[in-house]
């Protein structure tokens, strides 16, 4: 239970890739964080791509960066409704600048390129968002998992096994959550 005491943020919206949410989520809880699913309504029921349902336990503005170790953003459609609202944007900036781990994949990307935080960092994506993460100034690589210092990336499902891990051992790297 390397991960006793961490949190993490999940954030969720409509269309999320089912197992791009939860695969991670499972995974750092199975190790022993604390994680939280987050949307834009405390209470509201998201449905992934599959059909799986995610409840959100609270509302991005009831969040706060500084209560957390990390966040998990995942694919599916969910990243392009994300990208629009402040405060998702906020709280990733934020974990950007104090260097806490930040998972996305497949086209979670959209987020963190809203974010304004890619410049000069090597990640990777899908490969349907290759041009949109270069031209926000990152360095692009057709590999499972790319981990550039706290940003851990990665390409789709299949990927999920060294994905998870790589953002766990990135959690377990970093400092605990000021509480």
Known sequence: MRLTGKRVIALVDEEFEDLELWYPVYRVREEGAEVHLVGAEKGKKYIGKYGVPAEAEFSYEEVESQNYDGILVPGGWAPDKLRRYPKVLQLVREMHE???????????????????????VTVTSTPGIRDDMEN????????AVVADGHIIS????PDLPPYGKAFCDA????GAAQK
């Open 98 to 120: 104090a260097r806490k781990p930040i998972g996305q994949i497949c086209h979670a990307g959209w987020v963190l390129i809203s974010a304004g935080i890619l410049k000069g």
């Open 136 to 143: 926000a100034g990152s360095i692009w690589k057709d590999e």
């Open 154 to 157: 990665a390409r789709r499902p």
């Open 171 to 174: 959690l377990t790297a970093s």
